[in-house]
């Protein structure tokens, strides 16, 4: 119900700590606590979630660092919304010919430069920093 109503019906990508923020008043009355962590909900107990009922919730996750791209210094938060808009912008690398200038190889994403960095988690297309 929590995820619907920030994503109206899957309209849209649902922030994880909005999902908290709706979840947050059920659970504490199904859980008779006082509090809730939100560091333990959006990355504990909303990823086993998603993975265990198999749901394909666009769930996005605040930036957690950045990430400086190699030879070209383009930087860019590493949060889903962020690294999802970097991979769509990724083309493969061209060599630009010399003429006036050294010839050079042009590039714009992970290709010709570095390789698993990112990984999207089965299912829910979530992306992740992996190594």
């Not at 808009?85 to 042009?106: F, H, K, R």
Request: charged share 20%; glycine share 10%; proline share 5%.
């Amino acid at each position: 119900e929590a995820y619907r109503t920030v994503s109206k019906d899957g309209a849209f990508p649902a922030n994880a700590r909005q999902i908290m923020y709706a979840a947050r008043p059920e659970i504490l009355a199904l859980t008779e606590k006082d509090s809730l962590d939100d560091r333990y909900f959006t990355q504990t107990l909303l990823p086993d979630y998603i993975e265990e009922m198999g749901v394909d919730w666009n769930v996005v996750f605040d930036d957690c660092g950045h990430f400086t791209e190699p030879h070209t210094d383009r930087r860019f938060g590493l949060g889903t919304t962020a690294v999802r808009n970097y991979l769509g912008v990724s083309t493969a690398p061209w060599i630009c010919d010399a003429a006036m200038a050294q010839a050079s190889v042009e590039t714009c994403g992970p290709a010709g430069r570095f390789g698993a960095v990112f990984e999207v988690a089965p299912r829910s297309g979530t992306i992740f920093g992996g190594s």
